[in-house]
């Protein structure tokens, strides 16, 4: 099978991670597979695209104007036939809609899409426009991918028949870089005995500010307690103001955006994820595949990942003190939720586990198509 997946790159965050993931086991286990990635006039080549290419993977990349980004279809369409994919797969809102509005005569042979999250957006925004037009779009899409059951709730999928959509979780194993961790790091963690890690976009939505808040009880208990965040985004400056605000200065770091982690976590104690909105975050994944124990709020598809606190603990959304006290727990006792949460990775998250669905899917829908 020959599968082409479509993305506009802005980084190597979740989503990327996801498809690195599922073309590395697609070729694992015999299908070609190509990356086509979008960009404009002007751009380097982009990072997500220099992965794939160091692992192996058929980069096209193609760079285009503003205006001959509402012919992005035609692109891909010439791509696809030229050489004769059996798959084409989006990887974002802009290509669902480009696709959706493609006339019958011109669409592919079979389109799929993964909606790899969701989030609320204000009224007549963009955001909220676009969101609009993608619900309407994967309609008309051969078959959409959720990451996690309870996005079966989303209203945008709510509007589709069951046999259109299906849930493939998220699986990691496959992408494993290593790489040394930075000397400011070591620094900061010289000589701490607690040491607390989360990872994200600095969003709203990521609720880093109620781990902060959770932070002074903490101390209290060990004054050499620090927390680690590694992300960046637009809720950095309202950050640091909370921090400054409870003189945590000290015992924060805002650390930034790193492109793989998984030399960092055998560096701290306990992974938290305060979330408001969660998919089946890849972060999670990752700390429970290096043994370190979870901290998770009780949204998306974590307490599934977690076995409902078999492999973690899972507390309220927006609750500094019930993170307070999980992560006091966590600290003392997480033997059995350690283990249950690796063997769970590898027999249930694992990259070949989740590409192989992938695959089952394509056939099934290409066989629909044909009868």
């Known amino acids: 099978m020959k599968i082409l997946h479509v993305i506009e790159s802005g980084g190597f965050y979740g989503a990327e991670r996801v498809l690195i993931e599922l073309m590395i086991g697609s070729k694992a286990l015999g299908h070609e597979v190509s990356l086509l990635s979008f960009g404009y006039k002007g751009q380097e080549e982009k990072e997500f695209e220099v992965i794939c290419r160091q692992f192996g993977i058929e980069v096209k990349s193609i760079r285009i104007t503003k205006l001959q980004s509402f012919c992005i279809s035609r692109f891909v369409k010439e791509i696809a036939d030229e050489n004769d994919f059996d798959v084409v797969h989006s990887h974002g809102y802009k290509f669902n809609i480009l696709f959706g509005l493609m006339l019958k005569r011109n669409r592919f042979k079979c389109v799929c899409s993964t909606v790899h999250g969701y989030v609320s957006a204000p009224k007549f925004s963009k955001m909220a426009l676009y969101q609009y037009l ?166 998306g598809g974590m307490p599934h990942m977690l076995a409902q606190g078999k492999g973690g603990w899972i507390v309220p959304p927006k609750d500094p003190f019930a993170l307070q006290v999980a992560i006091s727990e966590s600290l003392i006792q997480s033997y059995s939720q350690i283990k249950f949460s690796y063997d769970r990775v590898m027999h249930e998250f694992h990259y070949l586990h989740m590409s192989q669905q992938y695959l089952n899917e394509y056939k099934n829908v290409i066989t629909s198509l044909s009868t």
Do not use: W
């Open 134 to 299: 993608d619900k309407h779009s994967l309609k008309r899409l051969n078959k959409i991918f959720l990451v996690s059951q309870q996005m079966t709730h989303l209203p945008c999928i709510k509007a589709l028949k069951l046999s259109h959509y299906s849930v493939i979780e998220n699986g990691i194993g496959g992408y494993m870089p290593t790489c040394a961790i930075e000397e400011r790091l070591e620094t900061f963690l010289h000589n701490k005995t607690t040491r607390l890690m989360a990872v994200g976009r600095l969003a709203v939505e990521k609720s880093f500010d109620t781990l902060i808040c959770a932070l002074p009880k903490l101390i209290e208990n060990d004054p050499n307690t620090v927390l680690v965040i590694f992300g960046s985004g637009s809720e950095e400056h309202r950050l640091r103001e909370t921090i400054k605000r409870l003189n945590l200065d000290e015992h924060v770091l805002l650390f930034g955006f790193v492109e793989s982690l998984s030399s960092y976590f055998n560096y701290f104690d306990v992974f938290v994820m305060p979330s408001l909105t969660e998919g089946t975050p890849i972060a999670l994944l990752e700390a429970m595949l290096a043994r370190v124990p979870c901290v998770v709020t009780n949204v």
